[in-house]
């Protein structure tokens, strides 16, 4: 049996309980004898199940415990790699992640859930994106996960786990494809302006986007981001630097009429951060800009709305 890449056999697992943000909301005081207590929701305590089940998996793939992790398997669960390789059994899902953990040592995981369903008593579908970091530091990709949940003796494990890797079209070979990009654009939405100067820098070999952005208030914060071809992951690869002291990466994948990156990152207070950001051209003088499937430190987020950016005119 041939050992999956580390970055294809990481999605297997689920979303880490990762912890909430303090949304600042206060509660509302009730007069004595008023208040009523609340009721648990079964639905949410199901969901939380599975949360608890996904951080032990998390937990014992970052300490290479591929023992514990098929213990979180039905007895007859599967694993579907993206070559449709599949792998059935604890005793085989056992040996296929300790074969793993033994070709990349001290590799860790992160990841996003973009959905939980229960789809019955006893069954649940889990979607969401995983990416991993090697122990030396390098990023071995990103991979889309699907997960089948099923309650079995009041527990939840996981019956069957499908990955596919998240792979850009190989005609894109360099950054000029975003070379309309360069000159100054600006965009408001609800009072907020932004405008971003893009020009080329390191002897055209990458596009830096500088951008500022002016609240209704008047204050401004600014940050900067870096556009290039990565030559060994063999795509498009975006640096944000934002104002908090946060950065991210992004994997560009050009799409008809535009491009998605795909980013991952973390904020100033170290808060994993990820979401895809779709970009869509009007003409040459206008393009589309959302965010979507957005989440930090475990919390969702809603997609933005679509901004438009608008070219500003070369100034004489």
Not at 16 to 22: E, G, K, L, T, V
Not at 31 to 47: F, H, K, N, Y
Request: aromatic share 8%; glycine share 10%; proline share 5%.
């Amino acid at each position: 049996m041939n050992c999956p890449n580390f970055s294809l056999i990481l999605v297997a697992l689920l979303v880490a309980c990762m912890p909430s943000i303090n949304l600042a909301q206060q509660p509302v005081k009730e007069p004595p004898g008023l208040a009523a207590s609340p009721q648990p929701d079964p639905a949410a305590r199901e969901i939380a199940a599975i949360r608890a089940g996904s951080e032990a998996f998390v937990t014992a793939f970052n300490k290479g415990d591929a023992k514990a992790i098929a213990a979180l398997w039905t007895e007859n669960g599967e694993y579907i790699d993206d070559s449709g390789t599949i792998f059935v059994g604890r005793d085989a899902i056992k040996k296929v992640y300790a074969e793993s953990f033994a070709a990349n040592p001290g590799g860790k995981i992160e990841i996003a859930v973009d959905s939980i369903r229960l789809i019955g008593r006893n069954t649940a579908i889990e979607e969401g994106r995983a990416a991993a970091v090697l122990a030396n530091g390098g990023d071995s990709g990103s991979t889309n996960y699907t997960v089948v949940h099923v309650k079995e003796n009041n527990n939840w494990l996981m019956a069957s786990v499908r990955d596919a890797s998240v792979e850009p079209p190989a005609a894109v070979s360099s950054a000029a494809d975003l070379e309309w990009l360069i000159g100054e654009w600006t965009a408001e939405e609800d009072g907020v302006k932004t405008t971003s100067l893009c020009r080329w820098v390191v002897d055209g070999r990458f596009i830096e986007r500088a951008y500022t952005t002016t609240q209704v208030d008047g204050s401004t914060s600014s940050g900067v981001q870096l556009i290039g071809w990565n030559p060994t992951e063999g795509h498009v690869q975006s640096w944000n630097f934002s104002p908090d002291g946060g950065h991210a990466v992004g994997v560009w994948i050009p799409q008809p009429g535009g491009w998605t990156s795909q980013m991952r990152g973390h904020t100033g207070d170290g808060e994993l951060t990820m979401s895809i950001n779709n970009l869509r051209m009007l003409d040459n003088n206008a393009y589309v800009w959302q965010s979507i499937q957005r989440t930090v430190g475990g919390m969702t987020l809603p997609d933005t709305g679509e901004v438009i950016w608008k070219r500003q005119p070369v100034k004489k």
